[in-house]
């Protein structure tokens, strides 16, 4: 197996260290030994005829790494407050709403971000500039990652979580409905999907934020599915490691599996991704797709006493 790039091994190392102070950011195998962590083992995806996945990842590791940014540097402007709070206030109270809020478009961690800000006192900058501030810096992390992909330098499964290709191919052959939706810029996400070449099995679509942020969510999209005619909840399958896609989904009484991936390796489950994806009601949890054949048997048993239809509540943009 070819070696990790440089830029990997510093993210990492970078990445243990930020991850060092807090007990929460611990690997771990799953509970039971098993590869796949059954929470809900009577949640059935036989009835499925869609699946949603979210992006970043939880299929793509291009921006792995952003929280490892994201977070610092809004330790630092409520710092820059000097309101008393320790480093270590200031980072869980960060990191609380940054997680809460993982999935839905980026501009609304920068708008709790400025909230924080007016919270303590201080005058908070326009949220766009935060995350105009932010991407910058995310830039100087992923740069490298996305020209070796431009460039043809590397193959694409380099950026993907491990398992993930074979997965999507058994999903297709299943014939079900595929959509794709980050809280990602949608110019960032087409151009990532398309350069990690997997936008060809979406075929119903990629969706990412939209300039009017107000205009586009997970949850929209959950509902315009639901809308579709004759379709009720548990034909949705969702996969993601955030809180907002697996939420929405279990929301309308579909499947969930939380993907815990400690990036980039992604070889055991994260726990800190394991204990708030539980925590929103994922009904299985696995650290990536190398054992995509056990997770289709698991998920496409017949349904027994599995969860059972349910009518969508009605649409409310
Ligand atoms: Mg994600």
Wanted: net charge negative; with cysteine.
């Amino acid at each position: 197996m070819q070696g990790r790039p440089d830029h990997w091994s510093r993210f990492e190392a970078a990445r243990a260290e930020s991850r060092a102070e807090s007990p929460l950011h611990k690997p771990s195998t799953c509970q039971n030994g098993s590869l796949i962590e059954s929470l809900h083992p009577e949640a059935s995806a036989a009835r499925a005829r869609f699946v949603l996945f979210d992006f970043d990842g939880s299929l793509s590791l291009i921006r792995t790494g952003w929280m490892q940014v994201m977070v610092p540097m809004m330790v630092d402007a409520l710092a820059e407050l000097k309101t008393g709070e320790q480093e270590e206030e200031l980072r869980r109270v960060v990191e609380e709403f940054v997680w809460r809020l993982t999935g839905e478009e980026t501009i609304y961690q920068m708008i709790a971000l400025a909230a924080e800000v007016r919270r303590r006192g201080g005058t908070p900058l326009d949220p766009l500039l935060y995350k105009q501030r932010y991407l910058k810096l995310l830039w100087q992390v992923i740069r490298s990652r996305v020209e070796e992909l431009r460039r043809g330098h590397c193959s694409p499964d380099r950026y993907l979580v491990p398992g993930a290709r074979p997965l999507l191919e058994k999903l297709k052959e299943r014939g079900l409905s595929m959509y794709l939706a980050s809280g990602t810029d949608e110019a960032f996400l087409k151009e990532e999907a398309g350069l990690l070449d997997i936008t060809r099995y979406f075929d119903g679509g990629v969706y990412g934020a939209l300039d009017d942020y107000k205009s586009f969510s997970k949850r929209i999209l959950v509902q315009r599915i639901l809308a579709l005619p004759c379709v009720v909840g548990d034909q949705l399958l969702g996969f993601g490691d955030g809180y907002v896609e697996i939420e929405e989904v279990e929301r309308v009484g579909g499947i969930t599996v939380g993907v815990a991936t400690n990036e980039p390796e992604c070889l055991v489950v994260d726990e800190w991704k394991r204990q708030r994806l539980i925590g929103v009601g994922a009904d299985y949890i696995i650290p990536n797709y190398l054992h995509h054949e056990a997770l289709i048997e698991t998920l496409f048993r017949p349904a027994d006493d599995g969860k059972t239809s349910s009518v969508p509540p009605p649409f409310q943009p």
